[in-house]
């Protein structure tokens, strides 16, 4: 009996959280968008009993995402995300890598130190860290009055509101993700191994391709999914450094929803990119799994 | 006859192997290697014996090229190797923790450092195999590492370091993972190896057994520097100081002052009240010097008379026995309260043992079976 309430406990708590929501996203989708509060029809109303379920059944359809197929605006947008999120994925991977590396190379009693440092930007509102970016990559700023300032460039750059301050600041916000997975797994390799690389004939370099990049795989590809799953929905560095050219789904999902107040279809939106989001999430758990089942 | 002995170090003729040349390593203020110099010949089994922390191992990551000394050099086959990285020496290491490449088969464990030198395809697979047969692990070459028993991998990373035909092999503690039954085994195994490949090993352990077991030659070590160097029979017979005889086996050390008594006889007064005694050595003492006398259990004769011819005789009596099926040991008790252990074959049933605990007993040994030390 008290087995089965404490296996209850998660579930109920993903049924109420998780599986409840998603469901009235689902249904909200399926609706038609109205003029009232809440500003899509039917709502759900049990006074007329029976007759009353069927009628709002009746009335579910999926128009808006047949509306999704027939806009190039939404399958450009969720391209242009998945492409955005792919290209940032590799540049966090070129610069988390060494940073990792480098840290799981460090003397053990610096680590905790430079893990702190890794994790320290947490502790501040995400929001007023891309602010600062703001700051940093706009024409008066700091970035481009130190390169005037240094003679490297003569006219001030365009950054902000660009692809480039996008990818920026995604590599900047998601680098932690990416640094832990590769450091914990580069730390727990065993030394010797390189040793044992070199004493059998591998140059330093050898020895890195051949033994640390295929021991810390796990690492990278845990690494890589997630940046990549949360990068895909990605809505506030795109409305904040990004530019008009700038295509993301959660930027098109938000206008719907504030701009538009047009539920149906941002719920529809919504309901597409979990569909997107799934494939990679599968794999990613499927990742993990063998990892736990490696260790063993 | 005698020709056919393996004896290198006795040849004056002989080239060593390699050379330590007055080497020191020092870490930042430590000295882990004092000015130590040593002969290692071809075709040697030699063992490196030492508690931990007594320099042992970095003697062998010198020999790898994972550590530079910081005096004197280290000649392999007459050839300075100190600027040598580790990847161009003709010297491979079997690891304390085998490394493994876990991501590697062991059919790829064996080629890795063979696909290194760009051997060609069908060589490379034949001397694999070759290796896979010699360490009998031909059933097992597709699996991953850890899918294998602990014996497995020791014969993996023993195939592995081999497959490249090295000039010297080095073994950090490689049967320390074992248990005791296929330790003795591998022991075994090991020296059929050795003797098979006509290779040289060099064997890092803290377990005197299985130096004594493997070697032709032990060293034994302490703080950095080497306390004595020969073969595991003169090591465990003549050892040259107290320290020595104290690692190697279990040893009664008498402490005392010697007395010339003619040729290399001594006589060793060693608690007022008791009778001197007598031991032989070839090191001259002077009349009086502190010297200590060190004596194998095993030489040690346990009686209820006294002996009528024995030389050196003593009365104790029982304090303790350690029966270990085969052999006994007595703990007996002199009366001034130094315990000597005494060790005899359990050649009659345990109920038929002649005395026990608190029997007063006569211990006896003759003038040469004690070995009579300065220090």
Same mark, same amino acid.
């Given at each position: 009996?008290?087995?089965?309430?404490?296996?209850?406990?998660?579930?109920?708590?993903?049924?109420?959280?998780?599986?409840?929501?998603?469901? $009235?996203?689902?249904? $909200?989708?399926?609706?038609?968008?109205?003029?009232?509060?809440?500003?899509?029809?039917?709502?759900?109303?049990?006074?007329? #009993?029976?007759?009353?379920?069927?009628?709002?059944?009746?009335?579910?359809?999926?128009?808006?995402?047949?509306?999704?197929?027939?806009?190039?605006?939404?399958?450009?947008?969720?391209?242009?995300?998945?492409?955005?999120?792919?290209?940032?994925?590799?540049? =966090?991977?070129?610069?988390?890598?060494?940073?990792?590396?480098?840290?799981?190379?460090?003397?053990?009693?610096?680590?905790? =130190?430079?893990? !702190?440092?890794?994790?320290?930007?947490?502790?501040?509102?995400?929001?007023?860290?891309?602010?600062?970016?703001?700051?940093?990559?706009?024409?008066?700023?700091?970035?481009?009055?130190?390169?005037?300032?240094?003679?490297?460039?003569?006219?001030?750059?365009?950054?902000?509101?660009?692809?480039?301050?996008?990818?920026?600041? $995604?590599?900047?916000?998601?680098?932690?993700?990416?640094?832990?997975?590769?450091?914990?797994?580069?730390?727990?390799?065993?030394?010797?191994?390189?040793?044992?690389?070199?004493?059998?004939?591998?140059?330093?370099?050898?020895?890195?391709?051949?033994?640390?990049?295929?021991?810390?795989?796990?690492?990278?590809?845990?690494?890589?999914?997630?940046?990549?799953?949360?990068? $895909? #929905?990605?809505?506030?560095?795109?409305?904040?450094?990004?530019?008009?050219?700038?295509?993301?789904?959660?930027?098109?999902?938000?206008?719907?929803?504030?701009?538009?107040?047009?539920?149906?279809?941002?719920?529809?939106? &919504?309901?597409?990119?979990?569909?997107?989001?799934?494939?990679?999430?599968?794999?990613?758990?499927?990742?993990?799994?063998?990892? +736990?089942?490696?260790?063993? | 006859?005698?020709?056919?002995?393996?004896?290198?170090?006795?040849?004056?003729?002989?080239?060593?192997?390699?050379?330590?040349?007055?080497?020191?390593?020092?870490?930042?203020?430590?000295?882990?290697?004092?000015?130590?110099?040593?002969?290692?010949?071809?075709?040697?089994?030699?063992?490196?014996? #030492?508690?931990?922390?007594?320099?042992?191992?970095? !003697?062998?990551?010198?020999?790898?090229?994972?550590?530079?000394?910081?005096?004197?050099?280290?000649?392999?086959?007459?050839?300075?190797?100190?600027?040598?990285?580790?990847?161009?020496?003709?010297?491979?290491?079997?690891?304390?923790?085998?490394?493994?490449?876990?991501?590697?088969?062991?059919?790829?464990?064996?080629?890795?450092?063979?696909?290194?030198?760009?051997?060609?395809?069908?060589?490379?697979?034949?001397?694999?195999?070759?290796?896979?047969?010699?360490?009998?692990?031909?059933?097992?070459?597709?699996?991953?590492?850890?899918?294998?028993?602990?014996?497995?991998?020791?014969?993996?990373?023993?195939?592995?370091?081999? &497959?490249?035909?090295?000039?010297?092999?080095?073994?950090?503690?490689?049967?320390?993972?074992?248990?005791?039954?296929?330790?003795?085994?591998?022991?075994?195994?090991?020296?059929?190896?050795?003797?098979?490949?006509?290779?040289?090993?060099?064997?890092?352990?803290?377990?005197?057994?299985?130096?004594?077991?493997?070697?032709?030659?032990?060293?034994? !070590?302490?703080?950095?520097?080497?306390?004595?160097?020969?073969?595991?029979?003169?090591?465990?017979?003549?050892?040259?100081?107290?320290?020595?005889?104290?690692?190697?086996?279990?040893?009664?050390?008498?402490?005392?002052?010697?007395?010339?008594?003619?040729?290399?006889?001594?006589?060793?007064?060693?608690?007022?009240?008791?009778?001197?005694?007598?031991?032989?050595?070839?090191?001259?003492?002077?009349?009086?010097?502190?010297?200590?006398?060190?004596?194998?259990?095993?030489?040690?004769?346990?009686?209820?008379?006294?002996?009528?011819?024995?030389?050196?005789?003593?009365?104790?009596?029982? *304090?303790?026995?350690?029966?270990? #099926?085969?052999?006994?040991?007595? *703990?007996?008790?002199?009366?001034?309260?130094?315990?000597?252990?005494?060790?005899?074959?359990? +050649?009659?049933?345990?109920?038929?043992?002649?005395?026990?605990?608190?029997?007063?007993?006569?211990?006896?040994?003759?003038?040469?079976? &004690?070995?009579?030390?300065?220090?």
């Amino acid at each position: 009996m008290r087995r089965a309430v404490l296996i209850a406990i998660p579930y109920v708590w993903l049924l109420a959280l998780f599986l409840v929501p998603f469901f $009235i996203v689902l249904k $909200i989708s399926l609706s038609d968008t109205a003029l009232a509060i809440p500003p899509y029809t039917p709502t759900l109303d049990f006074s007329e #009993g029976w007759t009353g379920i069927k009628n709002f059944f009746s009335q579910l359809d999926l128009e808006n995402f047949v509306w999704l197929t027939e806009d190039d605006l939404y399958w450009k947008a969720y391209l242009s995300s998945v492409k955005i999120a792919l290209i940032s994925t590799i540049l =966090t991977l070129i610069v988390g890598y060494p940073i990792a590396y480098a840290m799981a190379r460090a003397p053990e009693e610096w680590r905790p =130190t430079f893990m !702190m440092l890794v994790i320290l930007p947490f502790w501040t509102s995400f929001l007023i860290r891309v602010y600062a970016w703001m700051g940093i990559l706009s024409n008066e700023g700091y970035l481009n009055q130190l390169l005037l300032w240094t003679g490297i460039i003569s006219t001030p750059l365009t950054i902000l509101n660009t692809n480039t301050a996008v990818y920026i600041g $995604i590599v900047y916000t998601y680098l932690p993700f990416m640094i832990l997975p590769i450091y914990s797994s580069l730390e727990r390799m065993d030394g010797s191994l390189i040793e044992a690389a070199e004493d059998l004939g591998c140059s330093r370099l050898q020895a890195f391709w051949l033994v640390t990049i295929p021991l810390s795989r796990p690492g990278i590809i845990a690494g890589c999914f997630l940046v990549m799953i949360p990068v $895909i #929905g990605e809505f506030v560095i795109p409305s904040l450094l990004g530019g008009s050219g700038t295509l993301m789904i959660g930027k098109v999902l938000w206008e719907e929803f504030f701009s538009n107040r047009d539920w149906p279809v941002a719920s529809a939106v &919504a309901v597409v990119l979990l569909l997107i989001l799934v494939v990679p999430i599968v794999l990613f758990q499927r990742n993990q799994q063998k990892q +736990t089942e490696a260790e063993k | 006859m005698n020709s056919e002995v393996f004896a290198p170090w006795d040849d004056p003729q002989a080239k060593p192997l390699i050379q330590f040349q007055n080497v020191t390593k020092r870490f930042g203020a430590f000295t882990a290697i004092d000015n130590l110099s040593l002969d290692i010949y071809e075709r040697e089994f030699f063992a490196l014996l #030492g508690p931990s922390g007594c320099g042992k191992t970095t !003697m062998m990551r010198m020999l790898a090229g994972f550590e530079t000394p910081t005096e004197g050099h280290i000649l392999l086959g007459g050839q300075d190797i100190d600027p040598i990285p580790p990847n161009k020496r003709a010297v491979n290491m079997m690891f304390q923790s085998y490394a493994l490449f876990p991501h590697l088969s062991i059919w790829d464990n064996i080629a890795f450092g063979l696909r290194r030198d760009n051997m060609p395809k069908r060589d490379l697979e034949e001397r694999v195999e070759e290796m896979l047969r010699l360490t009998r692990l031909e059933q097992f070459a597709r699996r991953k590492p850890h899918q294998i028993s602990g014996g497995q991998r020791q014969r993996v990373a023993l195939a592995r370091s081999l &497959a490249k035909a090295p000039k010297l092999l080095l073994l950090d503690e490689p049967l320390g993972a074992l248990d005791k039954k296929l330790r003795q085994d591998t022991q075994f195994e090991l020296m059929d190896i050795q003797e098979k490949t006509g290779t040289t090993f060099v064997i890092v352990t803290h377990d005197q057994e299985e130096a004594m077991t493997v070697a032709s030659r032990v060293a034994v !070590m302490d703080q950095g520097k080497l306390m004595q160097v020969a073969t595991p029979d003169r090591i465990y017979e003549t050892p040259n100081s107290v320290y020595v005889a104290d690692f190697i086996g279990d040893v009664n050390i008498i402490e005392g002052r010697a007395t010339a008594q003619g040729d290399e006889s001594y006589q060793i007064d060693w608690a007022e009240g008791q009778p001197p005694l007598t031991a032989s050595s070839a090191t001259a003492l002077s009349n009086g010097q502190r010297c200590h006398l060190a004596i194998r259990p095993e030489k040690v004769a346990i009686s209820a008379e006294r002996p009528a011819d024995a030389i050196n005789a003593i009365q104790g009596k029982v *304090h303790d026995i350690a029966y270990l #099926g085969n052999l006994s040991t007595y *703990h007996v008790e002199l009366p001034n309260g130094t315990i000597i252990k005494a060790q005899t074959a359990n +050649t009659r049933r345990i109920s038929r043992r002649s005395f026990t605990w608190e029997d007063p007993v006569w211990l006896s040994w003759t003038a040469t079976a &004690a070995v009579l030390l300065e220090n």
